[in-house]
């Protein structure tokens, strides 16, 4: 509880004490005028915060508060309708995450992209080649030499070669296609990509066509915009070709709803789109859902695409599985509303694509919720749930007369029908009573015998764990739940929550079928989010997960044993460099549990799938500091007694890569969590490396209201002191804590930062005067000449907080809204310290708020963010620019802004600056500008990343981005230009 607390409170301390602090009036002698322009030589410092009727009251004479701030940025495969003249039927092929092609398996991996897999030897399966896809990773095909991928929410920008410095940007924000050459399977190769605007529904290819469903909405590329473009566009994809693939035709048309489903015949796209449709649009009283069915013509073989009628249908169609087209007719199944109501059976007429009419429905006036629906032929299954689940069979041989032929009552619901003859094997739930007489809801399997006009259940299983579900969106339920007769067997991945042990519990579930029964039998553990269970032979199942990759003998179904693993994508939640660079350790693994591993891999591969060495090191809320030859490990190690907490720093010994070992370890007398450096972007560290083998730990101590009163408590409480913790790791053997420095007095403190041995924190306090709340940052020095000895110095008054000090000069950040909260405004103060007093040298406004401010040699640089307000379609929005500042500091004296360059992103923050280049995080990537020339910072690249970037790691012309399961992103620094 406390981890939580600390993740989520003390980031948001931050922002408040940097934003929170209001304009407005009561300016005193130790505050800035109204202007915010302090005085040559000022040594004593307020921040106006505003009226104290703006905020919550403090203590008797203080307290923290916090400020206002800006608004924050099942395919049918029989023929119909129009024909393809004489020619051979076309197959309708349907995409997956993975496809096994002899002993080669391709799997689009959510985290790593496109990753060629060898099962040749299937006790050491291998990873042989790598494609990194940015982007959301949806669907993939394989065909001959090209795989071809689909990825949703894709970004990317660039600026012409020609205009790097004047020209326009370019910038694309949808979906895409993009083709990757696996020729070489061990070299794959991205030759080609194609934009699809909005978001990519859903593909099929039919024949040589690829056929691809995207979504548009007129906020796709932004809220603050007058776009009003609404539509969905079809369109198709010679692949005849594969050295040339090309789009042959593109379909735009009204975008009739928000949830889309697609139906695929070789000559048909019958494409669902719900929606409410009010009784009366304008007060939006009365109606209920409608789906709008349109007939899109891929009779075509070479690609031409004709969009026919459309028609109408009541309630809601809430997958793929309820439209079906058979003998001239779409039979639809849809439902009043997500919640209970009517259930229709809609028949429609598409013998005529132009005039498509409905031929017959059937109304259940049931009250109840359509949870599955199957078409089989002349007959339809309908399944509907309030408490008893019905099964409804209907005889659809006469599509103007749809018949009700019978109704199976039984417990839960099913939730996706595999039809199979005479039987029916379905995947839902079952409602379970326990001993205590409790109820939960479980995944269970059944088997339905559909050969009388009533059908009968024969045979039902539960899996373990409550409230389970598969990986899966209802469309691709078939993709995941793999009924084979030929082996007899059911297999599926799923997941699902144990209420006794308190944990989810999942992986691949083999369930035994036969013509009267189900069997449960084993169950096969995988870590991540098991998304596959691929059968292999007669014997063995691939399963495949997010994370890890497994080869299990299934000759004993109850006892699944593992024969081979790869991990896929490891959890890479710390980095570093080691000795000159060849090789590079992670900190991976699981790091709420601990269940974590250094990883040494090679760094020109550090994805690779097989590292040099690992070592166990249990490291939850784990960091790693580099010295040397040495690792030091620093984490919060749970008592798995229920016992408190320890802090646990380790010593491991990487002068032989190879063979990583653990040396010594301290534990702190009280438990530091440790952040994550990147928590505290220009505001310093909680724990900090000073002189190669001294860590310094800051150990905040949480404080809260009672009652009225701040940091107070019931009778006999006191306050616990914020402490330094100082560990000399200097003997890898015996690592020590070297001294405790107590702090007293402290309201918040936060920000470790080092110049030589001396060590500073940030401390602030607020407090209400005259009806107005101010602020005063502090500077708390701490000598390590001796570690053994440290000194506390006295508080330094200083303006905003520390973001960067040499010998006796000081920056700070000072920031705070104007009277109407209207505007932020930023300044950089440049402090001489003398005599135990910080002296005012010069300022340099800043428009906007700050995200981190960087220095490097006479260099300061921060990305500001202000915005404007527009009126768009009569509403009031917002409309961001971030800048990116450089300031002259050489002369403290004289601090001023050098040049300013415009990130082309509504939001971005300054991430590092280093080796004269500053990385920009914002939109779907980093923003990297050439700032050797401190008055002219200029756009060098732009970087799709990935899943939330923990560190930049600079060496050489290569940056290392660790991105947690994403891995370590690596970017070519001299690739200009660089659009992805």
Same mark, same amino acid.
């Given at each position: 509880?406390?981890?939580?607390?600390?993740?989520?409170?003390?980031?948001?301390?931050?922002?408040?004490?940097?934003?929170?602090?209001?304009?407005?009036?009561?300016?005193?002698?130790?505050?800035?005028?109204?202007?915010?322009?302090?005085?040559?030589?000022?040594?004593?410092?307020?921040?106006?915060?505003?009226?104290?009727?703006?905020?919550?009251?403090?203590?008797?004479?203080?307290?923290?508060?916090?400020?206002?701030?800006?608004?924050?940025?099942?395919?049918?495969?029989?023929?119909?309708?129009?024909?393809?003249?004489?020619?051979?039927?076309?197959?309708?092929?349907?995409?997956?995450?993975?496809?096994?092609?002899?002993?080669?398996?391709?799997?689009?991996?959510?985290?790593?992209?496109?990753?060629?897999?060898?099962?040749?030897?299937?006790?050491?399966?291998?990873?042989?080649?790598?494609?990194?896809?940015?982007?959301?990773?949806?669907?993939?095909?394989?065909?001959?030499?090209?795989?071809?991928?689909?990825?949703?929410?894709?970004?990317?920008?660039?600026?012409?070669?020609?205009?790097?410095?004047?020209?326009?940007?370019?910038?694309?924000?949808?979906?895409?296609?993009?083709?990757?050459?696996?020729?070489?399977?061990?070299?794959?190769?991205?030759?080609?990509?194609?934009?699809?605007?909005?978001?990519?529904?859903?593909?099929?290819?039919?024949?040589?066509?690829?056929?691809?469903?995207?979504?548009?909405?007129?906020?796709?590329?932004?809220?603050?915009?007058?776009?009003?473009?609404?539509?969905?566009?079809?369109?198709?994809?010679?692949?005849?070709?594969?050295?040339?693939?090309?789009?042959?035709?593109?379909?735009?048309?009204?975008?009739?709803?928000?949830?889309?489903?697609?139906?695929?015949?070789?000559?048909?796209?019958?494409?669902?789109?719900?929606?409410?449709?009010?009784?009366?649009?304008?007060?939006?009283?009365?109606?209920?859902?409608?789906?709008?069915?349109?007939?899109?013509?891929?009779?075509?073989?070479?690609?031409?695409?004709?969009?026919?009628?459309?028609?109408?249908?009541?309630?809601?169609?809430?997958?793929?599985?309820?439209?079906?087209?058979?003998?001239?007719?779409?039979?639809?199944?849809?439902?009043?509303?997500?919640?209970?109501?009517?259930?229709?059976?809609?028949?429609?007429?598409?013998?005529?694509?132009?005039?498509?009419?409905?031929?017959?429905?059937?109304?259940?006036?049931?009250?109840?919720?359509?949870? !599955?629906? =199957?078409? %089989?032929? $002349? /007959?339809?299954?309908? +399944?509907?749930?309030?408490?008893?689940?019905?099964? #409804?069979? *209907?005889?659809?041989?006469?599509?103007?007369?749809?018949?009700?032929?019978?109704?199976?009552?039984?417990?839960?619901?099913?939730?996706?029908?595999?039809?199979?003859?005479?039987?029916?094997?379905?995947?839902?739930?079952?409602?379970?009573?326990?001993?205590?007489?409790?109820?939960?809801?479980?995944?269970?399997?059944?088997?339905?015998?559909?050969?009388?006009?009533?059908?009968?259940?024969?045979?039902?299983?539960?899996?373990?764990?409550?409230?389970?579900?598969?990986? !899966?969106? =209802?469309? %691709?339920? $078939? /993709?995941?739940?793999? +009924?084979?007769?030929?082996?007899?067997?059911?297999? #599926?991945? *799923?997941?699902?929550?144990?209420?006794?042990?308190?944990?989810?519990?999942?992986?691949?579930?083999?369930?035994?079928?036969?013509?009267?029964?189900?069997?449960?039998?084993?169950?096969?553990?995988?870590?991540?989010?098991?998304?596959?269970?691929?059968?292999?032979?007669?014997?063995?199942?691939?399963?495949?997960?997010?994370?890890?990759?497994?080869?299990?003998?299934?000759?004993?179904?109850?006892?699944?044993?593992?024969?081979?693993?790869?991990?896929?994508?490891?959890?890479?939640?710390?980095?570093?460099?080691?000795?000159?660079?060849?090789?590079?350790?992670?900190?991976?693994?699981?790091?709420?549990?601990?269940?974590?591993?250094?990883?040494?891999?090679?760094?020109?591969?550090?994805?690779?799938?097989?590292?040099?060495?690992?070592?166990?090191?249990?490291?939850?809320?784990?960091?790693?500091?580099?010295?040397?030859?040495?690792?030091?490990?620093?984490?919060?190690?749970?008592?798995?007694?229920?016992?408190?907490?320890?802090?646990?720093?380790?010593?491991?010994?990487?002068?032989?890569?190879?063979?990583?070992?653990?040396?010594?370890?301290?534990?702190?007398?009280?438990?530091?969590?440790?952040?994550?450096?990147?928590?505290?972007?220009?505001?310093?560290?909680?724990?900090?490396?000073?002189?190669?083998?001294?860590?310094?730990?800051?150990?905040?101590?949480?404080?809260?209201?009672?009652?009225?009163?701040?940091?107070?408590?019931?009778?006999?409480?006191?306050?616990?002191?914020?402490?330094?913790?100082?560990?000399?790791?200097?003997?890898?053997?015996?690592?020590?804590?070297?001294?405790?420095?107590?702090?007293?007095?402290?309201?918040?403190?936060?920000?470790?930062?080092?110049?030589?041995?001396?060590?500073?924190?940030?401390?602030?306090?607020?407090?209400?005067?005259?009806?107005?709340?101010?602020?005063?940052?502090?500077?708390?020095?701490?000598?390590?000449?001796?570690?053994?000895?440290?000194?506390?110095?006295?508080?330094?008054?200083?303006?905003?907080?520390?973001?960067?000090?040499?010998?006796?000069?000081?920056?700070?950040?000072?920031?705070?809204?104007?009277?109407?909260?209207?505007?932020?405004?930023?300044?950089?103060?440049?402090?001489?310290?003398?005599?135990?007093?910080?002296?005012?040298?010069?300022?340099?406004?800043?428009?906007?708020?700050?995200?981190?401010?960087?220095?490097?040699?006479?260099?300061?640089?921060?990305?500001?963010?202000?915005?404007?307000?527009?009126?768009?379609?009569?509403?009031?929005?917002?409309?961001?620019?971030?800048?990116?500042?450089?300031?002259?500091?050489?002369?403290?004296?004289?601090?001023?802004?050098?040049?300013?360059?415009?990130?082309?992103?509504?939001?971005?923050?300054?991430?590092?600056?280093?080796?004269?280049?500053?990385?920009?995080?914002?939109?779907?990537?980093?923003?990297?500008?050439?700032?050797?020339?401190?008055?002219?910072?200029?756009?060098?690249?732009?970087?799709?990343?990935?899943?939330?970037?923990?560190?930049?790691?600079?060496?050489?012309?290569?940056?290392?981005?660790?991105?947690?399961?994403?891995?370590?992103?690596?970017?070519?620094?001299?690739?200009?230009?660089?659009?992805?």
């Amino acid at each position: 509880m406390r981890r939580s607390f600390a993740q989520l409170v003390m980031p948001a301390v931050l922002l408040a004490l940097a934003a929170c602090t209001g304009g407005g009036g009561g300016s005193t002698s130790g505050g800035s005028s109204s202007s915010g322009v302090r005085p040559h030589g000022q040594s004593s410092f307020e921040t106006p915060m505003g009226s104290a009727n703006n905020y919550n009251r403090g203590g008797a004479s203080e307290g923290s508060t916090s400020g206002g701030g800006a608004p924050a940025a099942g395919d049918s495969n029989q023929a119909g309708g129009a024909t393809g003249g004489g020619a051979a039927p076309r197959a309708v092929e349907e995409s997956d995450i993975y496809k096994l092609d002899g002993n080669t398996l391709f799997v689009l991996n959510r985290y790593r992209g496109l990753q060629i897999l060898d099962v040749t030897d299937l006790d050491h399966p291998r990873v042989i080649g790598r494609a990194p896809i940015y982007g959301y990773p949806k669907d993939m095909y394989v065909r001959g030499q090209n795989a071809y991928i689909i990825v949703s929410d894709y970004y990317s920008f660039w600026r012409e070669d020609t205009a790097m410095v004047d020209g326009p940007w370019y910038a694309s924000w949808g979906s895409q296609l993009r083709i990757v050459d696996i020729s070489n399977p061990a070299s794959p190769t991205v030759t080609g990509s194609i934009n699809l605007q909005g978001d990519c529904g859903d593909s099929r290819i039919v024949g040589d066509v690829m056929y691809l469903v995207s979504h548009r909405y007129p906020w796709w590329g932004g809220y603050a915009t007058d776009d009003t473009e609404d539509k969905t566009q079809v369109l198709s994809l010679d692949l005849t070709d594969q050295d040339n693939i090309h789009v042959v035709d593109t379909a735009d048309f009204a975008r009739n709803g928000w949830e889309h489903h697609i139906s695929v015949t070789e000559n048909t796209i019958y494409l669902a789109s719900s929606q409410w449709q009010y009784d009366d649009p304008v007060n939006y009283t009365g109606g209920g859902y409608v789906t709008n069915v349109r007939y899109v013509d891929i009779s075509d073989p070479a690609g031409d695409i004709k969009v026919r009628d459309d028609i109408n249908v009541a309630g809601r169609v809430m997958d793929r599985w309820s439209m079906d087209e058979y003998q001239g007719h779409l039979r639809v199944a849809s439902s009043d509303n997500w919640g209970n109501g009517d259930v229709f059976l809609t028949t429609v007429n598409v013998q005529n694509p132009d005039s498509l009419l409905e031929a017959g429905r059937y109304t259940l006036r049931v009250n109840e919720q359509l949870t !599955s629906a =199957r078409f %089989d032929g $002349a /007959k339809g299954y309908l +399944v509907s749930f309030r408490r008893i689940d019905p099964l #409804f069979a *209907f005889d659809l041989s006469d599509p103007v007369n749809p018949r009700l032929l019978g109704e199976l009552q039984m417990e839960g619901w099913l939730d996706f029908m595999v039809p199979m003859g005479d039987r029916i094997v379905a995947l839902g739930h079952d409602d379970v009573t326990h001993p205590d007489g409790s109820t939960t809801w479980a995944l269970a399997v059944s088997l339905i015998d559909t050969t009388p006009t009533t059908p009968v259940l024969l045979s039902r299983v539960i899996i373990d764990g409550a409230y389970g579900w598969i990986p !899966s969106e =209802r469309d %691709d339920f $078939a /993709k995941v739940f793999r +009924v084979l007769p030929e082996l007899g067997l059911i297999v #599926f991945p *799923f997941q699902a929550w144990d209420p006794q042990d308190w944990r989810y519990i999942g992986g691949v579930q083999l369930v035994d079928v036969s013509q009267t029964a189900l069997t449960k039998r084993g169950l096969i553990g995988n870590a991540g989010w098991v998304e596959r269970g691929i059968p292999f032979g007669q014997s063995t199942v691939l399963t495949l997960s997010s994370e890890v990759f497994q080869v299990m003998d299934i000759t004993d179904r109850d006892n699944p044993s593992l024969r081979g693993r790869l991990e896929l994508a490891r959890n890479v939640t710390d980095f570093a460099l080691i000795g000159d660079g060849t090789y590079n350790v992670q900190l991976a693994g699981d790091w709420y549990l601990g269940d974590t591993q250094l990883a040494i891999t090679p760094t020109n591969d550090p994805d690779t799938a097989s590292p040099v060495a690992s070592l166990h090191v249990p490291a939850p809320y784990g960091r790693v500091f580099h010295n040397g030859d040495m690792v030091y490990v620093s984490s919060v190690q749970q008592d798995p007694n229920g016992g408190n907490a320890r802090s646990v720093v380790k010593t491991v010994d990487l002068s032989d890569p190879t063979h990583p070992r653990v040396r010594g370890s301290v534990e702190l007398p009280t438990v530091v969590y440790g952040s994550y450096g990147y928590w505290y972007w220009g505001s310093g560290d909680e724990v900090i490396q000073v002189d190669g083998s001294l860590l310094v730990f800051h150990r905040y101590s949480y404080r809260y209201w009672y009652g009225d009163c701040y940091n107070c408590g019931p009778s006999g409480y006191t306050p616990e002191p914020d402490r330094i913790y100082v560990v000399d790791m200097a003997d890898p053997d015996a690592p020590r804590l070297a001294s405790t420095v107590e702090l007293t007095d402290i309201q918040w403190a936060w920000g470790l930062r080092a110049s030589g041995r001396n060590v500073y924190l940030s401390d602030y306090t607020s407090y209400e005067r005259d009806g107005y709340w101010w602020a005063r940052y502090n500077l708390l020095p701490i000598s390590l000449a001796d570690a053994n000895n440290p000194v506390l110095g006295d508080r330094i008054n200083i303006p905003g907080y520390v973001v960067g000090l040499e010998g006796d000069k000081v920056f700070t950040v000072e920031g705070y809204y104007n009277s109407d909260y209207s505007q932020y405004t930023s300044w950089l103060h440049a402090l001489q310290i003398f005599e135990g007093a910080a002296y005012l040298q010069s300022s340099v406004q800043l428009p906007g708020y700050a995200y981190n401010v960087a220095i490097e040699g006479n260099g300061a640089y921060t990305a500001t963010n202000n915005y404007t307000q527009v009126t768009v379609n009569d509403m009031t929005q917002y409309i961001y620019r971030t800048t990116l500042t450089s300031i002259d500091i050489s002369d403290i004296g004289n601090i001023h802004v050098a040049g300013t360059a415009d990130v082309p992103t509504d939001w971005g923050y300054l991430r590092k600056v280093e080796g004269g280049r500053a990385f920009l995080g914002g939109g779907a990537g980093l923003f990297v500008f050439d700032v050797r020339n401190l008055e002219a910072p200029r756009f060098e690249s732009f970087f799709r990343t990935w899943g939330w970037v923990v560190d930049i790691v600079t060496h050489g012309n290569k940056a290392f981005l660790p991105s947690g399961y994403y891995g370590v992103q690596v970017l070519d620094l001299e690739a200009q230009n660089n659009p992805i």
